[in-house]
């Protein structure tokens, strides 16, 4: 027995030391692939670069000495929140805050936990609050299918935050997978293998940088074509290697090459059918009595709960975002379920320590999407503003107060 043991224990560390030792020319690599740095590969809408990113910006935004504002989501709120925008026309003759994008592309439940956990524990380090936070729900995506879709798709992302903390909440519902994520935390860091032998591979293919208008791409017509291929051009003449994931220089919002690309954004605005981002409407009208499914997936939402408790802890003011909807894509959901998603948001925002924001109350038009979800880059400005109108009473009444 004791030789069996022995033998297996040699059995095990001859293995670990070959990770471990494997890990080392993994991690050089890595760092090669800067976390503000555009390379084949990427951008802001690939993998984990941006997730990445914002896990290392971390530090510097609680250094901020101005009130800092997080803005947490899915892409809807990533691609609809532009922090300059907000911060001029949120501080009028009060408070001055400095916000963030921390968007993400199919934002999970898990991801935004383990990403709360970070920033709350980044900000009481430091001694700090966050002054403002705004925690976008995508109400129609926490379900069962859309979940599984998103972790398909992207299954790094909640890794990308893990910590022993994490790890170990984790371990009570899932132990072996908790497990075996903390060896990989251990030996690799927070990007996994197989991401970074993805970035070489890309890397030594040296493929053009994407050229992302927000908008439906490719565009229908010569003349919606021309405008296209001129807001390529300037975008590429101002990053020759790509957009970054996540720019410091823009706080985190996407970066559409704006105010260069404006008027190119403009034509291809005006040149976008209709029917792009307003479907046309069902051949036979929603069932008014039709029952909502039952597909919510009670543990995410619980989960997402768990985030915003977590966010509201290290900060002043905190704030549920409903999903922005497009209202034609709305006009076609059975009100059983429009009345679902609703209550699903607002439980989030009085369980977790909210309050709760909702601009489907015709505040946007099918006009202002780039496709049937998405606003585009130019109504992205007016929603920043339009968001800092509606929360500037909140917030900046003690500030008011004071004086």
């Known amino acids: 027995m004791v030789a069996r043991f022995s033998t297996a224990l040699r059995t095990v560390a001859a293995a670990a030391a070959v990770v471990a030792a494997g890990a080392v020319p993994l991690r050089i690599a890595t760092s090669c692939f800067a976390p503000f740095e555009p390379y084949p590969g990427h951008t802001s809408d690939y993998g984990v670069a941006r997730p990445r990113a914002i896990r290392e910006a971390l530090p510097s935004i609680a250094d901020r000495p101005e009130p800092v504002a997080l803005v947490l989501g899915s892409s809807g709120v990533a691609r609809a929140f532009v922090p300059s925008v907000f911060d001029a026309a949120l501080a009028g003759r009060g408070k001055r805050y400095v916000s963030f994008n921390l968007g993400q592309l199919l934002f999970q439940p898990e991801t935004a936990l383990a990403m709360a956990k970070d920033i709350r524990r980044t900000f009481e ?101 021309a405008a296209l291929a001129s807001f390529c051009d300037e975008l590429r003449a101002r990053f020759p290697r790509g957009v970054p994931p996540w720019n410091p220089a823009t706080r985190g919002g996407l970066d559409f090459g704006l105010p260069g690309t ?68 709305l006009a076609s959901v059975p009100p059983a379920q429009s009345a679902q998603w609703r209550a699903i948001a607002a439980r989030i925002a009085r369980e977790g320590g909210a309050r709760i924001l909702d601009f489907n109350d015709g505040s946007v038009t099918s006009a202002d999407f780039g496709d049937r979800t998405h606003l585009n ?13 509606r929360l500037r009473p909140m917030v900046q009444k003690d500030h008011h107060a004071s004086r």
Do not use: Y
């Open 125 to 225: 380090a430091k001694h700090k609050r966050v002054g403002l936070a705004v925690v976008g729900i995508a109400e129609p995506d926490i379900n069962r299918d859309a979940i599984r879709a998103a972790r398909k798709a992207m299954p790094d992302q909640a890794f990308t935050f893990a910590s022993p903390e994490v790890l170990v909440d984790r371990a009570h519902v899932d132990p072996l997978g908790a497990l075996g994520d903390g060896l990989g935390l251990l030996f690799f860091g927070n990007v996994r293998p197989s991401r970074v032998g993805l970035w070489i591979e890309e890397a030594i293919e040296a493929r053009l940088p994407a050229c992302n208008s927000g908008l439906k791409q490719p565009p229908e017509g010569k003349e919606a074509t």
């Open 377 to 389: 880059p130019l109504a992205a400005e007016r929603f920043s503003a339009l968001l800092a109108s």
């Open 262 to 329: 404006r008027a190119s954004l403009e034509r291809m605005i005006a040149l976008q059918p209709s029917d792009v981002s307003s479907p046309p409407p069902p051949a036979v009208p929603p069932d008014p009595f039709a029952k909502a499914p039952d597909n919510v997936d009670e543990n995410e939402v619980r989960t997402m709960i768990a985030a915003v408790r977590e966010i509201a802890a290290v900060s002043d003011d905190v704030f549920v975002l409903r999903d922005i909807m497009n209202p034609a894509v």
